[in-house]
């Protein structure tokens, strides 16, 4: 469930008095920790900004920190289903394609999720293939959104070793893609981002979730040498953090 204040200034009021001295992302983190699954920080940046409704979980935690007791129907909110959102135009779309969640949260998973792996597989990162198209080819014919992920492929291929491209692994409810898949064993994820901190909050609950599920047996960052030390001091935990040109040997070793 989804909670409506009835204007968005209700919404950014809750949020700002719970965050108290801390800054936004001090915050995030501290509500991140009481739920199962996690939003990036950006969505959550929606919730606090009243862009988006925020779920009803997010609210009763937030609610536990200003530590307030009381019902939460006390402050005047609407409960809405969670395939409602905040999206004007919803009942048209509803209407039109029988559901109002955009492909992205269909590929995610949810209630009006589609459950087709080759539907799913036709929408997923539709989100942020608005922002970023993939421009390469991949040995495989397979469209990557990278340079760093056309690199990994190929020497992949060039070595002989077989690879899936941006699986859909089904956990629970939701849908885990990583980068690669190797033998189904080994999980690879390839990164450039240069914030680091939020990057690595994302693969580490991803990861978790995928070695939790016993679906891999380990996971492989690739960066490039710039940001090379910064990941491995965020996820060396988790997972192997390299350079393409380390792939090959660290497979050997694994």
Not at 72 to 79: D, F, V
Request: glycine letters at 6%; aromatic letters at 10%; proline letters at 4%.
């Amino acid at each position: 469930m989804r909670v409506n204040f009835g204007a968005r200034e209700n919404q950014k009021r809750l949020f700002q008095s719970a965050k108290g001295t801390a800054t936004w992302k001090e915050f995030y983190k501290k509500v991140s920790k009481t739920m199962r699954d996690p939003p990036t920080f950006k969505v959550f940046e929606a919730w606090v900004y009243g862009r988006y409704l925020p779920p009803y979980e997010v609210v009763k935690a937030i609610n536990r920190l200003i530590g307030k007791s009381k019902n939460l129907a006390e402050l005047n909110i609407k409960l809405v289903s969670d395939n409602w959102g905040s999206v004007k135009g919803g009942k048209n779309k509803i209407k039109a394609y029988g559901t109002n969640l955009t492909k992205v949260d269909m590929a995610k998973g949810g209630r009006n999720a589609s459950k087709d792996p080759k539907r799913l597989k036709s929408i997923s990162h539709l989100g942020f293939l608005k922002r970023c198209k993939r421009k390469f080819l991949g040995p495989n014919r397979e469209s990557l959104f990278n340079k760093l992920e056309k690199e990994v492929a190929e020497t992949l291929h060039a070595n002989g070793i077989k690879y899936k491209y941006e699986p859909i692994i089904p956990l629970e409810e939701r849908f885990v893609i990583p980068d690669f898949l190797l033998k189904g064993e080994v999980a690879i994820e390839c990164t450039e981002w240069t914030n680091v901190k939020e990057k690595s909050y994302q693969l580490e609950n991803k990861i978790k979730r995928l070695l939790a599920s016993k679906v891999i047996k380990r996971a492989i960052v690739v960066t490039n040498q710039g940001l090379l030390r910064s990941y491995q001091k965020s996820l060396n935990k988790f997972a192997t953090i390299i350079t393409t040109e380390q792939l090959v040997q660290a497979l050997k070793v694994g």
